[in-house]
């Protein structure tokens, strides 16, 4: 592959247009060539990124350069939206279509074509630099996801008020800001009824969502402390101050450290139990089963009431 290129790509973070190519004076039998060799992926026209970091990268990574990509391709794009630039922003992805990069521009009228869809809420929204492309700031962005997915909206915005991207009063101004220009009003109602920046992952933002749509009155992130006043254990959620509900994602128990990490859980739910909590974990396979969840945990409140 030609050095100017490589360099190139690298400096963009693993992605190139073929416009940049052609600048350079690279023919498109070169480009491809390298294509048909896999040294670079095709995203969509116009639009490439290097195979070696396409192929060692997730879903959600795969997303961030795609968008990255079709960005590059279109200097006429003013910049990223919706779950496109929650991506940018390496923020959690739920429920999107990633498939699909959504980006601002001085138009009149919502387009799409060929996985691109084109808005007008340029004039609207608040940019930032990500990388050298221009993205909603993080409080616009989980406002536009949120007015197209609930779940999209509460899992990324938690993530952003947690990590101090932005905070839960951003958030509000900007739905106040954008929303009549939304069509998911009512959507974005929710996502605000519901954002929580205690939650410590994508699955704790999940379980409160299932928890409260059960109809389960549920505290986040309790303190739990022994007859002493020692802190025991800070639980993900608390139903009627009675059955602690932990989400368990089973990553924390891979590799090196797995055995030792499921030994002070096991402790640590010992000493629970020990107070008089019941203790209820569930996984990803049991958030989209609720009324199995709800079963449970209504024989742990049985159990506690006996």
Known sequence: MDSQAMALMTAQGGVLAAAQLRALGIPSGDVRGWVRHEEIVRVRRGAFVDAGAWAGANVDERYRLRVMAVMRSREALEAASHHSALALHRLPLWHVDRELVVVTADVEESTTTSGLRVTPLRRLVSATDVEGLSALCPADA?????????????????????????????????????????????????????????????????????????????????????????????????????????????????????????????????????????????????????????????????????
């Not at 569930?282 to 945990?297: N, V």
């Open 142 to 306: 989980v406002v536009t996801a949120g007015s197209v997915c609930v779940e999209a909206g509460v899992v990324t915005g938690d993530a952003a008020i947690h990590e101090g991207r932005c905070s839960l009063d951003q958030v509000r101004d900007s739905a106040r800001r954008l929303g009549p220009t939304l069509r998911g009003r009512a959507r974005l109602r929710r996502v605000l009824a519901n954002l929580d920046g205690r939650a410590e992952s994508p699955g704790e933002s999940r379980t409160r969502l299932v928890l409260t749509a059960l109809g389960l009155p549920v505290e986040s992130q309790v303190v739990v402390r022994d007859e002493r006043g020692t802190v025991v254990a800070r639980v993900d959620f608390m139903v009627l101050g009675r059955v602690v509900v932990e989400f368990d994602g089973a990553v924390k128990y891979a590799g090196d450290g797995g055995t030792a990490a499921l030994v002070a859980e096991k402790a640590r739910e010992d000493r629970l139990r020990a107070l008089g909590y019941e203790v209820v974990r569930i996984t990803w396979d049991e958030l989209a089963r609720p009324e199995l969840l709800l079963d449970r945990i209504r024989a742990a409140l049985a159990r506690r009431a006996a």
